[in-house]
């Protein structure tokens, strides 16, 4: 299974034994949205709800964090998804938060996934079947072996100590005018800027028009265009982790596996009054 898959593939594939098909509709900043009530309205044939909202740390105020491995590997096996289970993940957001999930599994140790290019929207123009009501239970899957990778995360810290270091160049995935502080956080208690040195490579910027992913020269050209060198080490960052992991899988597709995210983002960063805040243009 490659790490990008057609709607054509998915089609042909539905019903395989090893393939879990996910919904991961999260509308972050949009909280009159039920991405769980969306889902029953209408979704890919056989697929399941992740609910990605509440894939994160209960006991963190920061929003969206990390989960906690034991709650992670619960929620895996809620959902059918084994050893050898393949996953393949969508989304009906505007913020692609299909490859938020993406980063979590792989953080701890999933690597048969899969996103599918032009998520739902895509599948519903193409006038493909739409299945209605909640998901059906999944089958009892054997347990997983979890890994915890320390090198896809980063901290507050670590990314203090890069403003000195300049080790890693650190990429924000928000819009221009919340990377420059012209327009403020949407989040109360939050200053508006960036992290000083960061460069901004807004998260829609590696998508075609009809919301299928950019590849190679033309996904490259978004980062280079931003003035990043895909050659040094990379962090990526942006408001509360979800568009930071857009980044990562893009990054992902040049074959850049050895990105990291910030998790606490802009939502961290730009609540604490002891960290430095840079506005204007990189």
């Not at 900043?29 to 209408?42: K, N, Q, S, V």
């Not at 044939?45 to 006991?59: E, S």
């Not at 123009?125 to 999944?138: C, M, V």
Request: proline share 8%; charged share 25%; glycine share 8%.
């Amino acid at each position: 299974m490659d790490d990008l898959v057609s709607t054509e593939w998915l089609d042909a594939q539905r019903g395989a034994p090893d393939l879990v098909l996910l919904d991961a509709t999260f509308h972050a900043l949009e909280p009159e949205r039920d991405a769980a009530a969306e889902f029953a309205a209408g979704h890919i044939p056989g697929a399941r709800h992740l609910d990605l909202k509440t894939l994160c740390d209960p006991d963190d105020p920061l929003p969206s964090m990390l989960p906690p491995a034991e709650l992670f590997a619960d929620r895996m096996r809620a959902l059918g998804i084994g050893p050898e289970s393949g996953v393949v993940l969508y989304d009906a957001a505007a913020h692609h938060t299909a490859a938020r999930a993406w980063w979590v599994m792989r953080h701890f140790g999933l690597r048969r996934i899969a996103l599918l290019d032009g998520g739902f929207a895509k599948w519903r123009a193409e006038g493909r079947p739409i299945e209605t009501g909640t998901s059906a239970p999944a089958p009892a899957a054997p347990p997983l072996a979890l890994s915890d990778d320390p090198a896809t995360l980063r901290t507050k810290q670590q990314m203090v100590a890069n403003l000195t270091t300049r080790r890693e160049t650190v990429i924000d995935a928000r819009s221009p005018t919340r990377f420059t502080g012209e327009e403020g956080d949407p989040r109360a208690g939050v200053a508006p800027g960036h992290i000083p040195g960061s460069y901004n490579v807004r998260y829609s910027a590696l998508f075609a028009a009809d919301g299928t992913w950019l590849r190679e020269a033309a996904l490259r050209n978004a980062f280079r265009a931003a003035g990043v060198d895909l050659a040094r080490p990379l962090v990526m960052t942006c408001g509360s982790g979800t568009t930071a992991a857009v980044l990562a899988f893009g990054a992902h597709l040049l074959g850049r596996d050895d990105v990291a995210l910030y998790d606490g983002s802009w939502s961290e960063w730009g609540a604490d009054p002891d960290t430095p805040k840079a506005t204007g243009p990189a």
